[in-house]
């Protein structure tokens, strides 16, 4: 099978993407969400960490070079300012102790008093430091600044270092960083997004041809048949419904031939019947020979009729549930002869040999007698229906203990082989030229099973063929 649509938004792609999708975007967004913040922390807390680490040092090491015997801050101030080795990173700014600027590392005093909220926090603390993150009123840049109070050596506030460094640079790792893992994420998402995609078509395609095919199927047209491309369940769901047109055409095919084969053998009977009823309306009065056989086809043939219809009644109450059965304990062996005695004459006519080895006794069983005697009556209609003249046709009835045996057989044109198995389906008919509705051996054998029994087939063709009904008895 050729994918020809690949992104089609609707049916189980449309849920796939909404719902896996969805799933994996959200949790996607999630994940680089947490990493960004994750990367903002970590750069900002290492920033901080660096300046105030910075400090504390700056701070013990301006007390230690003031001079503590003439302790000049200014002096001591300008030559650490001077002395100031990381001025192309951030920006050193010495205070008095009222926080106005004396020195910075830049050479460059602010022409207006700065907001320094660290200065203040850092005269607040215990430990001397305070720290801020803000927007540079004259740059309008985004700092980070923390505050060391500068001592002598006897613990005396003489002022404070602050160090200011931009965040520029940072903001700008973080956003680097942020970028390369959103577009991780969304290489992710497109990739997941493509080979799903791909692999629900791989799946939706093929489902939709088998939709296609079913629909051309249910239509009537049971030669199609779907290409199978996948040795997978898509490739065992092509195969089904390529068994199931199969088997619908078969069962169509039979069907048709079993209305032609009813309507052929409604057709028969009829015309013999208009044909002898018109032939005794215009005979002559007296002509009693003629009288008499047109009266006795009339009768065989009502009588084909009425098996006919019954038969077709049977199969059609059994296909409801609606069929229904008196069961009483009967004398199987009374019901076998008077079906034996409604073919004895039928026998001499059609110059058949009709054996019937009839036992002394059988024990009695628990049947339908009437549905019993429609059984052997459908068997030895097809036994005589399939032998041509000079054959033999014999029936046998046999105790075997807790089962009774019945044996009708014959040494008709037999069934082939490939028709044996399925001989017992209903509406299947092995030989289209011989008379009968094909539905006879269905109803027996559906008989036999509700009676607890069965039927079996054996045949040869060009030989025979032998039915065996085994039935229980009835229990003591």
Known sequence: MKIKQVFIFKG???????????????????????????????????????????????????TRDLDPQTPDFYTTAKDFVDGFSDKDNMELLILNKKGDILLTSSDFLPDHKLSMPDFAQANASSQGIGNWMGVNASTGEKVMAVTSILRDTQGKVLGA?????SLSQVDWQIALFSLISGVVCLSIILFVLFSGMYFINSIVVPVREVTAMAGRIASGDYNARIGKSYDDEIGELCDTINNLAGELGTA??????????????????????????????????????????????IIEETGRLSNMVEDLLDFSRMQSGRFRMA???????????????MFSD??????????????????PLMGDRNRLRQVFVNILDNAFKYSEAGGIVKVEALNNG?????????TG?????????????????GNLTRRGSGIGLAVADEIVCLHGGTLEIASEENKGTAVTITLPTASK
């Open 413 to 429: 044109c037999g069934i082939p082989l490939r028709d044996l198995p399925r001989v017992k389906q209903k509406f299947y008919k």
């Open 346 to 363: 039928r026998a001499h006519r059609e110059g058949l040999t009709f054996v019937y080895n009839e036992p002394s006794s059988l024990p």
């Open 12 to 62: 189980i792609t449309r849920r796939w993407v909404f719902n896996s999708m969805g799933i994996i975007i959200a949790i996607l967004g999630i994940v680089w969400i947490a990493f960004a913040f994750a990367v903002h922390s970590y750069y900002y807390n290492t920033v901080q960490s660096y300046l105030t680490t910075e400090a504390r040092v700056c701070a013990t090491q301006f």
């Open 252 to 297: 169509d095919r039979i069907k048709n031939d079993f209305i032609s084969s009813v309507s052929h053998e409604l057709r028969t009977p009829l015309t013999a019947i208009k044909g002898w009823s018109e032939t005794i309306l215009g005979c002559k009065p007296g002509d009693q020979d003629t009288l008499q056989k047109g009266m006795r086809v």
């Open 402 to 410: 807790d089962h009774i045996r019945i044996i009708i057989s014959d």
């Open 161 to 165: 270092a602050r160090y200011v460094v």
């Open 327 to 341: 069961i009483d304990k009967i004398d199987i062996l009374a019901e076998l002869g008077e079906a034996v005695l």
